[in-house]
């Protein structure tokens, strides 16, 4: 069940089932844990840091095996010990780790620390973090909060996490990728439930669009319009339509609040117009929001397109003045048809009148409460974007990363959001495919370029394109 993530409370009363169970579920980690080092780097020396919990318990149960093995090892404890048989034969000290480089285990905390770490952790934190060393952390990064994804203090920053039991949703989206690393899940023996708390959305269980047959034509793919494009933000518009017809759509009307422009150049498929002509053009999605701006006019546009009978996708300045305006706020609460909403982390808070902070503390509430309160799929980006629809389960995505953070990269995502609805998705299934398949560009860029420097808007359709045809 790599796609299945399981929260901190499911994860409890899974231990809770398996207290008794033989060998017991600590023993089960620490030789899994021991087991994966020795499989992944030769034998060198080992710096083990050690809390007071069942994560302390875990790298203690490691540390030994690592000895028997031959490796040389020092265990630094962090408070007093649950679990002082488990100390046998190996060298203990009571002082936080110091800067020698090498490899280090991290058994600090584990899923129960959902708050800021204080003195003394706090500091053992920082000196691991100083260490110079290469970081496998136990479960989850100390420090981070492993629903959440959030990090109130300090944490530890990790090249590895080996995660137990079951996967956790906050090592995939918020600071948790960042501090996470790479992500290996390590079961235990234990049948993890049925239904999931949460999914994570990589290549393998993305959803996808169905082979054209040859007997296809252009109508077979469906009509996508798209409106904005107020004065000096023509291009954010253009972009949302390249990307629509790089994702498949048959055809793709732009209509732009400032109609001077008549064609793209670069793209001469698509068709400009005004954006209330283009408004009134046969289609079966709507994105309406790139390069929008706050006019009466864009309003008016705004109010029109929720009134559509069809697929509406609301991004950018759509969102601000959903925000700003009750009665459109209403009238999206109140639409019939299917809606997807794609707010960044500022966008989002001002749809739910908090600030971005809060939105970033959980980022999985905060899209709950978005889905609920409009009634709608939402598509929350950011680090581990959040896709989540009424009665589904919330999902992360599990491809992108920084590279992604240039200006336009959000036109693309409604584009192909959009075109992938026209040709049949449902709106959920829209979201995951596109999300995934824009963060897979920038992964595949992040290979190439690995500073991840310089990707821009433009040159991710014709990627994107690549990978919704995988």
Request: glycine share 12%.
């Amino acid at each position: 069940m790599a796609c299945a993530l399981f929260s901190s409370r499911t994860l409890r009363t899974l231990e809770a089932l398996h207290a008794t169970a033989q060998p017991p579920l600590m023993q089960r980690a620490g030789a899994a844990i021991a087991a994966w080092i020795q499989d992944h780097f030769p034998l060198q020396p080992l710096t083990v840091v050690a809390g007071p919990g069942n994560n302390g318990g875990d790298a203690l149960i490691a540390a030994s095996q690592l000895r028997s093995a031959g490796w040389p090892v020092r265990v630094h404890r962090l408070g007093s010990c649950r679990h002082p048989e488990l100390e046998q034969g190996l060298d203990v000290v009571e002082t936080p780790p110091t800067g020698n480089g090498g490899l280090l285990l991290d058994g600090l905390f584990g899923i129960g620390l959902q708050h800021a770490p204080r003195s003394p952790a706090d500091n053992w934190i920082a000196a691991i973090n100083r260490s110079q060393a290469l970081i496998v952390a136990i479960d989850v990064p100390s420090g981070l909060d492993a629903d959440t994804g959030h990090a109130p203090g300090v944490a530890v920053r990790a090249a590895h996490t080996l995660t137990l039991l079951g996967n956790k949703p906050g090592l995939y989206t918020g600071m948790g990728r960042d501090l996470a690393g790479k992500v290996s899940f390590l079961e235990l023996g234990v049948t993890l439930p049925d239904s999931p708390d949460y999914l994570l959305i990589e290549g393998g269980n993305a959803p996808r669009l169905a082979p054209r047959i040859h007997a296809s034509h252009k109508g077979s793919f469906g009509s996508v319009v798209v409106i904005g494009g107020a004065r000096g933000m023509a291009g954010a518009a253009l972009l949302a339509g390249r990307a629509a017809l790089h994702a498949g759509a048959g055809k793709v009307h732009v209509g732009l609040l400032d109609d001077a422009l008549h064609l793209d150049p670069q793209q001469p498929e698509l068709m400009l117009n005004s954006a209330r002509h283009t408004l009134e053009a046969p289609s079966d999605a709507i994105a309406i929001g790139p390069g929008l701006g706050r006019s009466a006019e864009a309003l008016q546009m705004l109010a029109l397109t929720l009134a559509a009978t069809k697929v509406v996708v609301l991004d950018a300045d759509a969102l601000n003045l959903v925000a700003e305006t009750p009665s459109l706020g209403q009238q999206l609460q109140q639409r019939q048809y299917p809606t997807i909403i794609t707010p960044h982390p500022a966008e989002a808070a001002r749809l739910l009148g908090c600030d971005t902070a809060a939105i970033q503390d959980n980022r999985f509430a905060a899209v709950a409460r978005l889905r609920d309160h409009y009634r709608c799929t939402v598509v929350l980006k950011g680090s581990g974007t959040l896709c989540t629809s009424p009665e589904q389960l919330t999902s992360v995505n599990g491809s992108g990363n920084g590279a992604l953070a240039s200006a336009g990269q959000g036109d693309v995502l409604t584009g192909l959001i959009s075109a992938i609805c026209a040709q049949g998705l449902v709106p959920l299934d829209a979201a995951r495919l596109a999300t995934w398949a824009h963060g897979a560009v920038a992964d595949h860029w992040r290979d190439q370029h690995p500073a991840g420097v310089g990707l821009t808007a433009a040159e991710t359709l014709g990627l994107a394109r690549t990978y919704l045809n995988r």
